[in-house]
């Protein structure tokens, strides 16, 4: 009976309940769509830095990714593939050359970090192909070609087919000039990567630098999956003792805060929010107790005891969150199923910025079940710590004032 009870008196005075139950409906919904609106966010940034710029497991000599100098390369490469071949949830590996170089145009020029690379591999590996906005990558037959941003063909002033000189230090420390046509021109989320950046083959490279036969500076690796990434470097390390075998989370440690914070982050500002409609379902329940003295009174003199009292200041209270905090979180879930399947384009307003910080500026909202349930919860125990004050307060009545009250 005080289920129901309850129930019937959240609807005594429909103005401000609908009122109050239209502000957690909004909150909640606002909460739940922002965090898997930033959810989304942060998920695309850790996917394009595996797919489009680091892969999930790199080798390198010791000593290289310290200054990455030329001479710090890595030998034997054909047994040291044949081990990561054989080696179980490897989908792709590619070997690269990796140096600094200062590529120059007629009018301007800037340094980049080169990479030499085969292409057949490295398409398997990173997805730069998918994202050539002019020309092709790397097209048969065709020497000295180059890849090269957007971001740094705008600052060079160089479209496909323009020339370029490449300058770099060989291996006996002499300055190499080498010229290379614009193959292609790549545009990722990553604005700093597009002008940081650039791609010639490897066996041009190599000649360039006098490379022996068999080396390369880097070993990208992709995997299956991301669950093994860890394990594999393990045994990877195990394998190669001599070299430094480093995941993508430890070459990039920014990322690996931010997967690690995601949901720490999502459940803060669902928090903030629930704290901020906390004091307000408090106020309501308040209201309500103080307009009900008298009958509250009678109840408690008639035998109603203050446990049964107290629970039907607690289920209208649960009931006024949990009724509105359900729909909010469904109407949020609903809109960023609906989103993450055509995207949120934010191009024309941050497309510029998000780009600068290496964010898509076509956000995927993302949400699981498991952060719906979570936040259902928090939802309901919003309610019930709401309740004690004003049940607290009635709680406190004396019967026999509370009859002789006016209100």
Known sequence: ???????????????????????IIIGIFAGTFASALMRGMMEQRVENVINTELSHIQFHHPDFLKLKEP?????????????????????????????????????????????????????????????????????????????????????????????????????????????????????????????THAFVRYNELAKALEMPQNTCHEIAVLMENNEAVDSTKINFAKAFPGLDVQSWTDLSPEMQVLTKSMELMTYIFIGIILLALLFSIINTMLMVVLERTKEIGMLMSVGMNKLRVFTMILLESVYLSGFAGIIGIVIGYGTAKFTSVSGIDLTGLYGEGLRNYGYDPVIFPDIDFPMVINITLMVLLTGVVASLVPARKALKLNPAEAVRTDM
């Open 1 to 23: 009976m005080i289920w129901f009870i309850a129930w019937r008196n959240i609807w005594r005075n429909r103005t401000r309940s609908l009122i109050i139950m239209i502000a």
């Open 71 to 195: 001479e710090k390369y890595m030998e034997d490469l054909p047994e040291k593939l044949t081990v990561i071949d054989s080696t179980k949830g490897v989908e792709a590996h590619s070997e690269r050359i990796i140096i600094s170089s200062m590529v120059s145009s007629a009018e301007t020029g800037s340094g980049v970090q080169l990479s030499g690379v085969n292409p057949a591999k490295e398409k398997k590996v990173t997805n730069i192909h998918e994202q050539i906005i002019a020309g092709d990558y790397f097209e048969e037959g065709k020497a000295k070609r180059i890849i090269i941003g957007k971001k740094l063909a705008e600052k060079l002033k160089v479209k496909v087919k323009s020339k370029v000189v490449l300058t770099f230090q060989a291996l006996d420390d002499t300055l190499v000039y080498e010229g290379f046509k614009v193959a292609g021109i790549f545009e990722t989320v990553n604005s700093t990567y597009d002008e």
